[in-house]
């Protein structure tokens, strides 16, 4: 779990309005990809957020920016993938401990796939 309340980001705007965000924290060499999001898909926003994350983790003398996602996220993780990331981890049953922390977390996701496993996928800079 993070509180990203003062994580370090990017925003993305078109004529003013939001059209995706990426937050990110760097701990000694890494950078953690904490949220990326995109209102407007196909388009380069993500891609584009996801660049800024590389270029400020690169000028901080990082070595790799990572991130988590769920199993079902298959979206994400062919993103990521597309995108020079590689799988470095898999948490079996993950899900099990979060949902002690965060009871609200559903069952199943994205196309009813059950929420179990956390990937890790990272890419070196």
């Known amino acids: 779990m993070h509180d990203t309340s003062d994580s370090d980001g990017?925003?993305?705007?078109?004529?003013?309005?939001i059209v995706g965000f990426a937050l990110y924290e760097m701990r000694e060499s890494q950078c953690e990809l904490l949220v990326l999001e995109s209102v407007k898909e196909n388009q380069g926003v993500g891609t584009?957020?996801?660049?800024?994350?590389?270029?400020?983790?690169r000028e901080n003398a990082c070595t790799r920016v990572w991130l988590?996602?769920?199993?079902?996220?298959?979206?994400?993780?062919?993103?990521?993938?597309?995108?020079?990331?590689?799988?470095?981890?898999?948490?079996?049953?993950?899900?099990?401990e979060s949902r002690r922390l965060k009871p609200s977390i559903p069952p199943a996701g994205f196309d009813d796939i059950p929420i179990k496993h956390e990937f890790e996928f990272a890419t070196r800079l």
């Open 10 to 17: 990017f925003v993305a705007l078109e004529n003013g309005a």
């Open 48 to 57: 584009s957020l996801l660049d800024a994350v590389k270029m400020v983790a």
């Open 68 to 96: 988590i996602t769920t199993n079902d996220n298959t979206h994400a993780i062919r993103y990521y993938q597309r995108r020079g990331f590689e799988l470095t981890a898999v948490y079996i049953d993950a899900m099990t």
